[in-house]
């Protein structure tokens, strides 16, 4: 269950958007600032691609991708700072730089669509909200994996601001990335992730919208911690 028994709601933030929004950056800061926990779902999607890639599982092959994800086990390992990602450990091996390539990002999203993996994800997901405050970021927390959040959040941009992020974060990490090719894959993840018919990408109709382009994520955060406050008030 997402909600609690009396109906109330969750002492839960939820961040969704589309990718290259600067989710994670500003996921990562609330949660230092509230003092919550961070739970990168998306980094789960990835991790789950990781392992049906390393197993050579077909993604028509839905038996098979149950029997993998019935041997799966999934670990998050927190940010080291708030300017890293999270880590993931698949049975027990470190695959946090390997989840975070392009190409990794694509085999996340076709992954997403997958109503097994969707199922057993969002079950982890809930059961993270069960425990603790967290601050929840990816595309669906707001909607379908924790609807009695107490705060919600949609952060947008437009698809060539987000594309030049992305190939900034790329180069700082030491990976040579071309914009176009990043623009395009971008709008494909945008595609992807927002037609599938599972849980699909969408603003959750009680969440607050915030439009990032052309304002730093240091402002995105001060205006979430801004409506956090107005409506504890
Ligand atoms: O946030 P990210 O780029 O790490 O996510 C990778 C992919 O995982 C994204 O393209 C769609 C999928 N995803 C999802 O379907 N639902 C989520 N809650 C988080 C991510």
């Not at 996921?27 to 392992?51: C, E, P, Q």
């Not at 705060?151 to 060539?160: I, N, Q, S, T, V």
Request: proline share 3%; glycine share 8%.
């Amino acid at each position: 269950m997402s909600e609690n028994k009396s109906g109330e709601k969750q002492n839960i933030i939820t961040i969704d958007g589309p990718s290259g929004v600067g989710k994670s950056s500003v996921s990562r800061k609330i949660a230092a600032a509230t003092g919550f926990t961070y739970l990168d779902t998306g980094a789960m999607y990835r991790g789950v691609g990781w392992h049906f890639l390393h197993h050579k599982v077909s993604l028509d092959d839905v038996a098979m991708m149950a029997a993998k994800l019935a041997e799966l086990e999934l670990e998050l390992l927190p940010a080291p700072d708030e300017s890293s990602d999270v880590g993931v450990l698949v049975n027990g091996e470190n695959v946090s730089a390997a989840i975070r390539t392009p190409e990794m990002a694509m085999v996340a999203s076709r992954v997403s669509a997958i109503p097994v993996v969707r199922e057993i994800l969002t079950s982890i997901q809930r059961n993270y909200g069960e425990k603790g405050k967290i601050v929840a970021e990816g595309r669906d927390t707001g909607t379908i994996v924790f609807p009695r959040a107490a705060y919600k959040f949609f952060l947008d941009a437009e698809p060539e601001e987000r594309a030049r992020r992305r190939v900034l974060q790329l180069q700082a990490t030491g990976v040579v990335a071309d914009f176009n090719q990043i623009l395009s894959m971008t709008l494909e993840r945008d595609k992807n992730d927002s037609e599938r018919a599972i849980a699909p990408l969408s603003k959750a109709l009680d969440a607050h919208c915030i439009d990032t382009t052309g304002i730093t994520i240091q402002q995105v955060v001060e205006k979430i911690l801004q409506i956090i406050a107005d409506t504890g008030r």
